[in-house]
């Protein structure tokens, strides 16, 4: 890992090397992984369990596309995830699930339903009841991770950012108890999408909502939701201007909310579909207030970035471009993504000199996601095609090569 500077041309050089060891202070609160799970804290590979057994969620590319969860007993670098095994998922959907609960919630890419499903001791899937929301949504746009929180064995969430309700349901009983409005974050003439992870921050649940046009082009303002987990009611909505898809969260230890733009914001900008602006914003413990409005460039020496993946206290890593790699004239919203230029690189959301780039891995496609697992984060690099994923854990020491799966991994959770 190595701190870089941006060349006059565009791209990076390395101008002193050096090595990052984030270790974790404390949890961070992602989508349904809601409470700390163990783990050694950072550093070098967990202790193997003899019994741990973790959930990857592969889509594969194609028409109609596919989905699977295939059960691992590690995210350990070896042999690929095999999906002759996993169980399908219908129409392009994702598994969802709370840490080490030992069933997972399988949805449906094109309805609004899921199906419970226990892990069985020897590994297999046993089917359980269908939790449908089709009284409150005709649409399936649920199939992501970034629309489901589990608060606690009795309760979970999700978020229909096109109907505009949160539906609560109880996982254990597989039933819906109640909806929270939030039609008062429409706007006229606008889509709405739910973010990337959900965070809980306290008693409150925060959801990062981004805005886009009918062209599917992102607007330059954003919106978080902060949800009451004990009444179940908005307890705050706080309008991010001039903030484009400002939707990833980080938690530092002393409560303080950060927020910052997805790395689409960048595609949309740099293939001139966006006027808005990929920025980071401070909104300190217990208030409401946004402080420190930052370009997302001042933090990576004007390089193009977005994407926040928490590590401990403020520090995350972001994706950053390397123009170096960037074929000649690629300007399209898919090639940009697509590209393989894109590197992980090192913030502090408190320290603006903050900037090493990681150079021991392999540029790949802006694509990511990311899923803390045992105390530790992975996020994923696919492939140009997205026909293949690789996990990487960028808690390690020296961010490290994780397992791999055919098809674009969406989630990653431990199911015991």
Known sequence: MHPIQPKKA??????DKGRVVPRFAACVAMVFLLACAGGDGGGGVPPAESDALYAVTVRTPGTPRGAFVALV???E????VDLETALEIPNGGIA???DRRGRFFAVDGAAPQGTVFDVSPDGTFEPGATLSIQNFSSAANNAAAGNFAFISETKAYIIDTLSLLIVVWDPQDVAITGTVDISDVRVDGRLTLSGAPLMRAGNELVVGLAYVNIDRAFTPDSTLLFIDVETDSINRIVELEDCAQAIDLVLDDSGDLFV???VAAVFNRLSGRSSGTECTVRIPAGTYDVEDY???STRTQGAPAGSLVPLSGSRAFTRVLDEDLLPEGTTSLGALNAALAWRWALVDL???SVFQVVTDLAPRSGQTSAFIVDGQTWATQSEDDFAFTTLVNLSADEPRIGLSAPGLI???FRVR
């Not at 565009?10 to 101008?15: E, K, L, P, S």
Request: avoid cysteine.
């Open 96 to 98: 969802v699930g709370e």
């Open 77 to 80: 670098a070896g042999p690929d």
């Open 410 to 412: 969406t989630n990653v």
């Open 260 to 262: 910052g733009s997805g």
């Open 10 to 15: 565009g791209g990076f050089r390395a101008v």
């Open 73 to 75: 007993d590690s995210l």
């Open 350 to 352: 408190e320290d603006d």
């Open 294 to 296: 930052t370009a997302f």
